[in-house]
């Protein structure tokens, strides 16, 4: 699941942190002889350059829905299971082949659940069965007034791809068939299969293993490339603290307009006619500098605050605050959405907050624990969430103006009106984005031939 259009904000925000990854044939003459990853800058600022990785970790879920049942305009969908699970191994293939690791392959399947996320996945099963039941029921209305006979074969339920079901034990059988022919083909490398009997999702699972992996002095600077579409990836991975993670993740098309109106910079990359989409990096270490040289969310950046700053209370600060928007264990609130500027109006409230009325970050209470990620402070969140809540009416109202095509009969606040305008302006403008921003994040060679 994770959080609704938010790749697509923060790719148009900051577009440094993204890298497209060169496969095959675009990898030159260099494919043999150099075991990493080949990078290009989405942005097309800087040279091809190489990334090294150490340690490669796919949530399979986000692998095996799409080789299961894909979705979109000329998708073949498989015949049966064990076209599925074949599928399942050819992008495995594919991605250890782009992201080229030196010492680790982690597989990890959702096991178990919390009880929050089952509320959320029975409503939404429930109704994805409900829904397809009716759409097969008028399938065969309909092909029964025509006079033809409806298929004999009944549709697969993906529902299947749910921990304790006979198809998640043949799927962890071939992990397991898959890791013993990777490690026959690169005996260089460990692979770990981490399937659904093991409780926990399977992003979870990854983090606990890389914080782990942190814990120890001689793996400490070791690179981590974390493979999943759900964007409480990138949520995870900036909690982890920890520069060296890559989220490896396919192309999504942000559709952001050129900047000065199109002219001058690089002419953008042709768009693939066919085949899967581009695999890309998104460098979480661009993504702290981005988010903390921000002076637009960070109040720090520009010395307004009256306590002592730590960036790293920042970030855990924002990663709180994109959840109020959605996530896999809470309902969302109804007044924020990204494509609303919900996310922008919650960040604007916070800049303007932290250094006035907060008296501390919303995870500050790391310093009285010794835990060394920060804790949510109840209170200084609710008088954030106290004046969202004031704003909520106009939210909403300009909301049903736009989805009724109605005129506007409301009387807001001046000052009210003028904050959601300008965080909805905010949400379809990014002219001060970090577009030209020159970000290094490691000593690896730019020029591949070099």
């Known amino acids: 699941m994770g959080v609704p259009a938010f790749f697509r904000w923060l790719a148009a925000r900051y ?10 044939e675009e990898r030159g003459p260099y494919d043999a002889g150099t075991e990493a990853s080949l990078v290009r ?15 490669l970790y796919v949530d399979c879920n986000g692998v095996v829905h799409p080789c299961c049942h894909p979705e979109g305009p ?16 050819a992008y495995l293939d594919r991605l250890v082949a782009a992201a080229r690791p030196t ?10 659940a919390p009880r929050a996320k089952m509320n959320q996945q029975r409503t939404r099963r429930f109704c994805s069965a409900r829904e397809a039941d009716e759409a097969a029921a008028a399938t065969r209305e309909l092909l029964a007034r025509r006079g033809h006979r409806p298929a004999a074969k009944a549709r697969w339920d993906h529902n299947a791809i749910t921990p304790g079901t006979e198809f998640m034990a043949k799927l962890a059988a071939f992990c397991r068939r898959w890791a013993e022919s990777l490690v026959a083909r690169c005996p260089q490398l460990s692979v770990i299969v981490s399937d659904a009997a093991t409780p926990g999702e399977g992003e979870h699972k990854i983090m606990d293993w890389i914080r782990r992996s942190q814990a120890d002095p001689d793996r400490r600077g070791e690179r981590h490339a974390v493979c999943g579409q759900d964007a409480d990836l990138m949520f995870l991975s900036l909690a982890l603290h920890a520069p060296r993670v890559y989220v490896l993740r396919e192309r999504v098309e942000t559709r952001r307009k050129p900047r000065g109106g199109g002219k001058g910079g690089p002419p953008p990359e042709p768009r693939k006619a066919f085949g899967p989409p581009r695999l890309q990096y998104l460098s979480c270490q661009r993504l702290r500098r981005c988010l903390i040289g921000d002076a637009s969310l960070n109040a720090a950046a520009d010395g307004a605050l009256p306590f002592p700053r730590d960036d790293e ?13 959605g996530n896999d264990f809470l309902p969302q609130l109804p007044s924020l959405s990204i494509p609303d500027g919900g996310l922008d109006l919650l960040l604007l409230l916070y800049r303007r907050a932290l250094p006035r009325h907060l008296g501390g970050y919303l995870t500050d209470e790391a310093t009285r624990s010794p835990s060394p990620a920060g ?8 008088v954030l969430l106290s004046v969202l809540g004031e704003l909520e009416p106009e939210i909403l109202r300009r909301r049903a103006k736009r989805d009724t095509g109605k005129p506007d009969t409301g009387k807001p606040d001046a000052k009210t009106d003028a904050l959601v305008g300008l965080a909805a302006s905010a949400a379809a403008d990014y002219a001060n ?16 031939t070099a």
């Open 313 to 325: 209370r920042f970030l855990d600060d924002f990663v709180l605050l994109c959840f109020f928007v």
């Open 15 to 24: 577009p440094p942190v993204m890298m497209d990854l060169l496969e095959g």
């Open 41 to 55: 800058d989405t942005t097309g600022q800087l040279e091809a350059r190489w990334v090294q990785v150490e340690n």
């Open 74 to 89: 000329g998708a073949v969908q498989p015949a049966t299971e064990e076209e599925m699970l074949d599928n399942v191994g």
């Open 103 to 112: 010492k680790l392959v982690y597989l990890a399947l959702d096991g178990v």
């Open 375 to 382: 804790k949510v402070d109840v209170k200084r969140v609710a």
């Open 433 to 448: 984005s970090f577009a030209a921003l020159s970000l290094d994040d490691e000593a690896s060679r730019r020029d591949p």
